[in-house]
């Protein structure tokens, strides 16, 4: 096919892992326009080098290059996610908006009418969701090849220390420039591991499954804002459960697990990659992708835009995700700091590492048993707290809320 004519907002950052994929795919993608701040820099010459045209705006980006241009690709701070991503509307183009879409529901609901109005997709770049064995997975399970699914469950263990949220202005925060940003677990780095989570509790292939009641535990190691641990039980309105169970504050790195309790078989997403699958009457059967997700999903992408393939993941269908993260927010309240008795804090080069002591073993504790972290094996987690009937969910309140709630044990 046709290379898709591409422009993309930033050339550093997230945008130059992004860049570097693109690259790999000149039959797929043409990266012909850039927004850099700083022109001069090392990146930025080397997409100039490669025949990107360069801009100080996104604006100015627009006016010179709208015309010429198929899609645009914007892997921008979560909080500018919106205003940028309506102003490429406005100009008649699609967009690749980088997860997570939006920090709040009403935002997403925004764009996804904006979208409909201009008669152009936005598709959100969760892209593990793009990865052929998860698309492959997910056949299967809208088939019923494992049975009736009862419960999905996902645990992750990561180390993040202080030169990741001192990286830019937003990370670590719930607010930035006045807008909200809900910057977290389950908001950024393991918002794969949620949305994967409901899209295995759907029961249609392009769906995510929607919240129909949040419990939430949401605190943080780090000496930061928002949260850096979570807990999470989610009940879907179709009657599936969810539970997720994350931390940036490791002792030691536990790469990402999402695993299906499904009526004939266990079926486990190990590191976004692998599936493993653990029949019921002993099979066992095991698939690996043998290509990196991003560049996967910049391939659909490109077929998309072509006119070639329809959405995987739109924005339209990103709203139960949208929604979950709210409620979360919204039911507990701030994100409280873990009791400075179970934070270990070590420099390591030029950062400094907080642990919490034990949350490994409770991570996975709780995740073995299907449920949120709880006093027992974490004595230092705070009372979760809960939103139900989340149907009419359309606009997140901020931290102290304003739908009926009420206090879940911890």
Not at 36 to 53: T, V, Y
Not at 103 to 119: P, R
Not at 229 to 252: D, Q
Request: aromatic share 6%; proline share 5%; net charge negative.
């Amino acid at each position: 096919m046709k290379p898709v004519r591409l422009g993309i907002i930033g050339c550093g950052g997230y945008a130059s892992e992004l860049i570097k994929r693109i690259w790999t795919l000149p039959r797929h993608v043409h990266l012909a326009s850039a927004v850099s701040l700083d022109p001069a820099d090392a990146q930025s010459q080397a997409c100039a080098k490669r025949g990107a045209r360069l801009f100080r705006s996104l604006d100015e980006m627009l006016d010179h290059e709208a015309g010429s241009l198929d899609v645009i690709l914007n892997p921008t701070s979560i909080h500018t996610h919106l205003p940028l991503t309506l102003r490429c509307l406005e100009a008649g183009l699609p967009v690749w908006l980088e997860k997570p879409p939006v920090a709040t529901v009403q935002e997403l609901d925004e764009i996804a009418a904006a979208a409909a109005k201009a008669g152009r997709r936005v598709d959100v770049c969760f892209n593990s969701l793009y990865g052929t064995v998860v698309q492959q997975l997910k056949k299967e399970l809208v088939e019923g090849r494992f049975g009736k699914v009862r419960r999905v469950r996902s645990v992750a263990a990561w180390i993040r220390g202080s030169d990741y949220f001192q990286r830019n202005a937003w990370a670590g925060r719930l607010k930035a420039d006045g807008a909200w940003v809900l910057d977290g677990s389950i908001n950024n780095p393991l918002a794969h591991a949620v949305a994967n989570s409901l899209y295995f509790a759907a029961a249609e292939h392009h769906q995510l499954a929607f919240p129909e009641s949040v419990e939430a535990l949401l605190v943080h190691g780090n000496q930061i804002e928002s949260e850096d641990t979570s807990s999470l039980r989610v009940v879907t309105a179709g009657g599936v459960e969810v539970v997720c169970n994350f931390t940036l504050c490791a002792e030691e790195i536990l790469a990402p697990s999402t695993v299906i309790d499904a009526e004939l078989a266990e079926i486990e997403l190990h590191d976004f990659s692998t599936v493993n699958i653990h029949w019921h009457d002993g099979r066992k059967e095991s698939r690996e992708s043998y290509k990196e997700n991003r560049v996967e999903m910049l391939e659909e992408l490109a077929l998309g835009a072509a006119g070639q393939a329809g959405p995987i993941c739109d924005i339209s269908m990103c709203r139960p995700f949208t929604v979950m993260v709210n409620a979360a927010f919204e039911a507990f309240g701030h994100p409280q700091s873990v009791s400075p008795d179970w934070v270990e804090r070590a420099p390591v080069g030029a950062t400094v590492r907080s642990r919490i002591r034990g949350i490994n073993s409770s991570l996975l504790a709780a995740h073995r048993d299907g449920r949120m972290l709880t006093k027992e094996t974490a004595p230092w987690v705070p009372e979760c707290g809960r939103l139900q009937g989340l149907g009419n969910y359309v606009r997140f309140a901020g931290l102290n809320g304003t739908l009926p709630g009420e206090v879940c044990p911890g």
